[in-house]
């Protein structure tokens, strides 16, 4: 039997993102490593109810400037684009973030979910759970 256990996303700066998924989120911190064989700076591991996000700030990071101005070109490169999270209240959640300066790709659509981006270039999909 096999299970999921985590995604990972490289960022710039973990305590800054991880400060974030906390705030907007609900994210709890599991557990805090270095990995200096592999050049990473910091990592830090987070966690919504069973789900799980390796959150990782190399040494040197580098930056990969997407188009995220529109959704159909955000979601055509291929490879991991996105990842999914649920929120008890979407209207609320897309004025906070907005609000905060995030990277808003999307409206709110059908009243039911929304893109937007982390700090670092991520993009979430927002959904009225």
Not at 3 to 9: C, D, L, V
Not at 50 to 74: G, S
Request: aromatic letters at 8%; glycine letters at 6%; charged letters at 25%.
């Amino acid at each position: 039997m096999s299970e999921f256990i985590h995604t990972g996303i490289t960022v710039e700066d973990v305590d800054r993102t991880v400060a974030w998924y906390q705030k907007y989120f609900g994210f709890t911190e599991v557990k805090r490593f270095e990995k200096d064989a592999l050049e990473i700076k910091a990592a830090a591991v987070i966690a919504l109810g069973d789900a799980q996000i390796e959150v990782i700030q190399p040494n040197v990071p580098e930056l990969v400037v997407a188009k995220m101005d529109n959704l159909i070109e955000t979601l055509r490169p291929m490879g991991t684009n996105h990842f999914a999270i649920g929120v008890n209240d979407i209207e609320k959640s897309y004025k906070e973030l907005s609000e905060s300066g995030a990277h808003m790709i999307t409206e709110v659509m059908g009243g039911k979910m929304f893109f937007c981006c982390d700090p670092d270039g991520t993009v979430i999909e927002v959904k009225q759970s």
